[in-house]
DNA sequence: TTACGCTTAAACTTG
DNA sequence: TTAAGCGTAA
């Protein structure tokens, strides 16, 4: 059979990898260098070579943008639909299994899941149950705390007594928490997690079934793999097996977030006979940016080992830019993308990439005041939007009466006189006969057990939701939400709302009546199963609301310089990379740098950041900087003197001052601005130093001077700096 | 029940 | 600096 198709313009490595024997198989796959293309080539060999039937291959991702991406892929390249074949991330497959398996799972038919958001809120509502105070015990950290113990697997009974207080009483919030979800039928993402591992440990009939069915597994992205992802993969392969994974153990960033990184490096021992392949030939970058990604994270130690090469060339050396202060890093950045652009450049081929969210402000602003488009991404996403999530809560609660957390967000949304005190009083009756909210509100209603006032405007309440359940019961989906949207009041709210963003929200609700079209044209059969009613296609789209919520919201369209954070720049390439920011405290973020685990982890951040780049990489670090209204001195990154000096070039004057450095006089001449080489000066923040070097005239005219007590020679803008001599 | 001023704290974010 | 959460006042 002729199979060139499949191995058409790969390298030998990555022919290797697709071609290989059925067994267990890690790729390293560094940045850039066609993981995607071995993982759907690999696909390609396993059905056209191999003969396998789409229905024994599962392939998992960590994003649902992932799954679609390599879906889309496969399909192309054999021009044939997948049938059985399953695509998807973890959670969507869990999901999936659940819905099959939902009795095995000791779940109600009509379970729901619970986001980030509810699981807040119902974390919140069980320690105000348990009477424990929010201020010491912060819903946040208790939330972690049960998510942490998922992601390792731990129900409540198997948190380990260390004897502190603080983890018992994390402990008890714990199983408190998971006794109400059981009782409701609710399952947030861990738990999608967890019991679908426990379903295939706990029925080995069922494991087996999926043993003999899913004869080929692929793991995209192994390196973010937590534990119960892993233990599942493994228990589903039975250690042995085809298992096909990729990753790159020096680009995981999510630990965090639960990823193990030994996982990717424990493979080899827990799936005996494991062989591995490295893909290190770059398609991106120039060979001066992947020796300065190689340098840097180099100094981790606890690394599979790795080197990036390309066959492109050198390039430009890594460019380092200390300004004065982060309004001089912005200005510069500006200013370098103007070049760019003048130059024929497209802006959407530049990014400015920050650690921290909080940074984008000035970058904007200054963007905005010269006129350059921008985009910034990280705002919040479809189904995260407070309007759409008040649409949903009425649909939770057509669907599920008992869901306490959308009864709280429902019920005074848009306010119908229900306030604090009112929702006081059911919370209390809740918890007194155990029951949902909606059936304390009901018994309450009954008893007299409320003031005339609130009384009357409790039945109204849920006299809606029955009127909304009940009018819409036998009519399609789009129908169900739209009446809901309506009849809810929140369209009117939203309408009424002169505020700014009020007709925006309208649109967003109309929207959502366009996506349950969509959503019913696309929906997967596993999921819906045959013969469905109106309640299981409203279950089903509300698992999807939570599952997908849809990609990040940014700016305008056309060509924009792009604006994220490092980790969301994860898988993405730019011709031009301002990698900003670059200061102790900043990056690595303070919070890091007394670990020597996460330090690394901010290393690999690093790392991911340069090898974004495809031809020019920007540095930039400020001597000063304003961060939460103070104005602190600050030191460049450990980062950057990782990068060897070799391969970079200190950007100095701006290209404007070139022509005068090129006919200004020897440095030892008087200076302009008055500063002369070794002449002594205060700082109103770095103290007494002496000046090195000037160079530059005007606006920009910069000096470098030793501050002894600020650490060393910094380089200062002398318009900003209010020297005085000494 | 809502509105305003005070206190506090501040990474990264998939599903 | 800013945004969110909370207690007190209207």
Redesign the pocket.
């Known amino acids: 059979m002729d199979v060139s198709w499949i191995l058409d313009n790969l390298n030998e490595p990555q022919r290797q990898a697709v071609t290989a024997p059925l067994g267990p198989l890690r790729v390293l796959a560094g940045a850039g260098s066609g993981k995607t293309r071995v993982l759907t080539r690999r696909v390609a060999w396993l059905l056209a070579v191999e003969n396998a039937s789409p229905w024994s291959i599962l392939a998992v991702t960590?994003?649902?943008?992932?799954a679609a991406e390599m879906r889309g892929r496969v399909e192309a390249m054999l021009e044939q639909p997948l049938g059985g074949l399953w695509i998807g991330?973890?959670?969507?497959i869990a999901?999936r299994l659940l819905r099959q398996h939902w009795q095995d799972s000791g779940l109600p038919r009509a379970f729901q899941i619970l986001?980030?958001d509810d699981q807040n809120r119902l974390v919140k509502r069980v320690l105000r149950e348990l009477g424990l105070d929010?201020?010491k015990w912060p819903p946040p950290a208790a939330a972690a705390f049960i998510?942490h113990c998922k992601d390792e697997m731990q129900r409540p009974a198997d948190v380990v007594d260390d004897g502190k207080p603080a983890r018992r009483q994390n402990q008890r919030i714990y199983a408190a928490y998971q006794r109400e979800c059981d009782r409701v039928g609710l399952v947030d993402?861990?738990e999608l997690l967890l019991r679908a591992y426990e379903l295939w440990r706990d029925r080995p009939e069922l494991l087996a079934h999926y043993r003999e069915r899913f004869q080929h597994v692929l793991v995209d992205e192994f390196q973010d793999t937590n534990t119960v992802q892993y233990q599942w993969i493994r228990l589903l392969s039975g250690g042995q097996g085809d298992v096909f994974i990729v990753g790159d153990d020096d680009q995981c960033?999510?630990g965090?977030?639960g990823s193990k990184v030994e996982n990717i490096q424990r493979f080899s021992t827990d799936f005996p006979g494991a062989q591995t392949l490295r893909l290190e030939q770059n398609y991106r970058s120039t060979g001066v940016i992947l020796q300065a990604a190689n340098a840097l994270i180099a100094h981790n130690a606890r690394r599979l080992g790795k080197n990036l090469w390309t066959d492109a060339g050198d390039g430009d050396p890594v460019r380092i830019y200390a300004a004065f202060n982060e309004v001089d890093e912005a200005r510069f950045v500006a200013e370098r993308i103007r070049q760019w652009t003048e130059n024929g450049g497209q802006r959407q081929e530049t990014a400015i990439l920050y650690?921290?969210?909080?940074q984008s402000?000035l970058f904007e602003e200054t963007l905005l005041g010269m006129g350059l488009p921008y985009r910034i991404y990280?705002g919040l996403?479809f189904f995260e939007r407070a309007e759409i999530k008040d649409a949903l809560a009425y649909l939770r609660l057509v669907a599920n009466r008992d869901d306490d957390p959308s009864f709280e967000r429902a019920v005074?949304t848009p306010?119908r006189?229900?306030?604090?005190?009112?929702?006081d009083l059911l919370r209390d009756a809740a918890r007194a006969d155990s029951s949902s909210l909606w059936q304390a509100a009901m018994r309450l209603i009954n008893n007299h057990g409320l003031g005339g006032r609130?009384a009357h405007a409790v039945r109204r309440f849920l006299d809606l939701i029955e009127m909304l359940d009940a009018s819409t019961r036998e009519r399609p989906l789009p129908e169900r939400v739209s009446a809901v949207i309506t009849h809810s009041g929140l369209r009117a709210m939203y309408e009424e709302d002169q505020a700014d963003k009020g007709e925006m929200r309208v649109e967003n609700l109309d929207e959502l009546i366009n996506v349950t079209v969509r959503f019913i044209a696309h929906i997967d059969p596993v999921i819906i199963g045959a013969e469905p009613t109106p309640m299981d296609w409203l279950n089903a789209f509300l698992a999807h609301a939570?599952?997908?919520?849809g990609e990040?919201q940014a700016g305008a369209g056309e060509d924009c310089v792009q604006l994220?954070?490092l980790?969301?720049a994860k898988g993405l390439e730019f011709a031009l990379v301002f990698l900003v920011g670059w200061e102790e405290g900043l990056f690595p973020?303070s919070?890091?740098a007394a670990d020597e685990r996460?330090l690394e982890e901010?290393r690999r951040l690093a790392y991911v950041g340069l090898t974004r780049a495809r031809q020019h990489v920007y540095l930039c670090h400020a001597e000063q900087r304003?961060w939460?209204?103070?104005e602190s001195p600050q030191s460049p990154s450990r980062f950057v003197r990782e990068v060897p000096e070799t391969l970079t070039q200190d950007v100095r004057a701006r290209a404007k001052s070139r022509t005068q450095t090129l006919t200004a006089a020897p440095p030892t001449a008087a200076a302009p601005g008055g500063l002369q080489p070794r002449q002594r000066v205060r700082h109103a923040k770095f103290g007494e130093g002496v000046v090195l070097a000037v160079e530059g005239e005007g606006y920009h005219s910069r000096a470098r001077i030793d501050f002894p007590a600020a650490g060393g020679p910094k380089w200062l803008v002398v318009a900003y700096a209010k020297l005085e001599p000494v």
């Not at 960590?62 to 992932?66: G, I, L, Q």
């Not at 006189?417 to 929702?423: K, Q, S, W």
């Open positions: 960590f994003t649902n943008k992932a991330t973890f959670h969507g999901h986001d980030s929010e201020k998510n993402f861990g960033v999510y965090w977030r650690r921290s969210n909080a402000r990280g996403r005074n306010p006189g229900i306030g604090a005190r009112t929702l609130a939570a599952l997908e919520s990040r994220m954070t980790h969301m973020h919070r890091s996460q901010e304003r939460y209204g103070r």
